[in-house]
């Protein structure tokens, strides 16, 4: 049997990813996958293309989706997979979401241009053509424009929470996003768990919150964790009977520390999210 390799969160330029769907598609299949799911920011507009590419690569391809959600007062990233895109439930939330970011986008042109920074607005438009907005793009213009060194430099700088730039937003509520991505056919999964910095009780009310409110799985292998946080993810996804995910989260060809398809394997306790893909 032929092993599987599966990465099951991604980006394409249809949010703040570097590659178009094609090039993605044809990355990950260089890369050797063979079960790839596109997810962008709040976006399904790079599935059908991704889908056809995936068809030409002989990769299997799972409509994806990475909602910015809001639980409490933390923003929260579910990724939706195997869902039908043209649900009413996923074109709401992601119409919603296109205005707010836009609207956002406004907001942050005009906090910089207080700095003596002019010309955000229009140079991320341009980037961003169809897609959605997100603050990457406002970090690629700081750049561009000399305020910043790296992505990293420009969050750090203007852009990351609480910063001069920063522009806070009710994102899509928790449930809500859930509920739309279960009504949609599809499979709710916690994104990327310990990048929001819970505490170990915070972490099992939320996994809690997360388990009751539909949710059927977790991400528990990434592009950036270690063996230790893995094992951690694992045991999280056993005590509250979540599948297990992995996806790197790849965003672009710079960053040479993820890469698509490149990850440690899921810990064998964890049940895999695939085997619940219909
Ligand atoms: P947004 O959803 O528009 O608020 O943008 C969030 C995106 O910006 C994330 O998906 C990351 O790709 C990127 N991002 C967020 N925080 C940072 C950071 N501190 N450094 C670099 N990239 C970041
Ligand atoms: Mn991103
Ligand atoms: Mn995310
Ligand atoms: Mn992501």
């Not at 709401?92 to 205005?99: A, E, M, V």
């Not at 430099?153 to 910063?163: I, V």
């Not at 520390?257 to 085997?275: F, M, S, Y």
Request: charge should be negative; glycine fraction near 8%; aromatic fraction near 8%.
């Amino acid at each position: 049997m032929i092993s599987q390799i599966y990465d099951l969160h991604c980006h394409s330029t249809t949010s703040d990813g570097a590659l178009s769907p094609d090039e993605l598609v044809t990355r990950a299949a260089e890369q050797g996958v063979t079960t790839l799911a596109l997810t962008d920011h709040d976006s399904i507009s790079g599935l059908e293309q991704a889908r056809q590419c995936a068809q030409q690569r002989g990769i299997t391809f799972i409509n994806g989706i990475e909602i910015s959600a809001q639980w409490e007062k933390q923003c929260l990233h579910i990724v939706g997979l195997h869902i039908d895109s043209q649900h009413d439930a996923i074109e709401n939330i992601t119409r919603h979401l296109d205005k707010m970011r836009y609207e956002r986008a406004e907001k942050i042109s005009q906090k910089l241009a207080k700095k003596g920074i002019h010309g955000a607005l229009d140079f991320v438009q341009k980037a961003v053509g169809e897609g959605m907005v997100t603050r990457t793009h406002f970090a690629d213009f700081l750049v561009a424009h000399c305020h910043a060194d790296t992505q990293q430099q420009a969050f750090d700088r203007y852009l990351g929470d609480g910063k001069v730039a920063f522009v806070a937003t009710t994102w899509t509520p928790f449930d809500v996003a859930i509920k739309a991505i279960v009504d949609a056919g599809g499979i709710a999964v916690l994104a990327h768990p310990l990048r929001y910095k819970l505490t170990a009780s915070r972490m099992k009310k939320l996994l809690a919150a997360f388990k009751l409110a539909g949710g059927q799985a977790m991400e528990v292998v990434t592009g950036r964790y270690n063996p230790d946080e893995i094992r951690i993810l694992g045991n999280y996804a056993n005590q509250f009977e979540l599948a297990g995910s992995v996806g790197s989260d790849f965003h672009s060809p710079a960053n040479q520390w993820i890469e698509l398809g490149r990850l440690a394997p899921l810990p064998t306790n964890v049940k895999p999210v695939w085997e619940l893909f219909p």
